[in-house]
């Protein structure tokens, strides 16, 4: 008996606007059944004594130290401006 239905293969399909013929409902109805029983074998392993982890790998942060550096002098921003006034990048006005 298969733990997954045709209908539920449909409505699935229907959810993520899949259009599906017959033939693929059954081939996908087969497939997602082996899916199924292959996750169940999950349920067989003995994990009383495991530890629940958030990662399987032994992971630590990766990033670097946040420092602040000195940025660009304002006269060398203000050259790749295409317009600036009084020491400011002019843009376009988008709220009247």
């Known amino acids: ?7 539920q293969v449909k409505h699935v399909a229907h959810l993520a606007r ?9 081939a ?12 169940e074998l999950l ?3 003995d994990t009383d004594h ?4 958030s990662h399987v790998l032994d992971m630590k942060n990766v990033l670097r130290e946040d420092k602040a550096n000195n940025g660009l002098p304002q006269q060398e921003v203000l ?5 600036h006034l009084d020491g ?9």
């Open 18 to 26: 899949l259009a599906m013929t017959e033939e693929e409902a059954v």
């Open 50 to 53: 495991v530890e629940p982890t």
């Open 28 to 39: 996908y109805m087969e497939q997602l059944d082996k899916m199924i029983s292959f996750a």
């Open 88 to 96: 400011y990048i002019k843009v376009p006005s988008i709220i009247e």
């Open 1 to 7: 008996m298969s733990r997954i239905s045709i209908d």
């Open 43 to 45: 349920n067989e392993l």
């Open 79 to 83: 050259k790749n401006a295409p317009e």
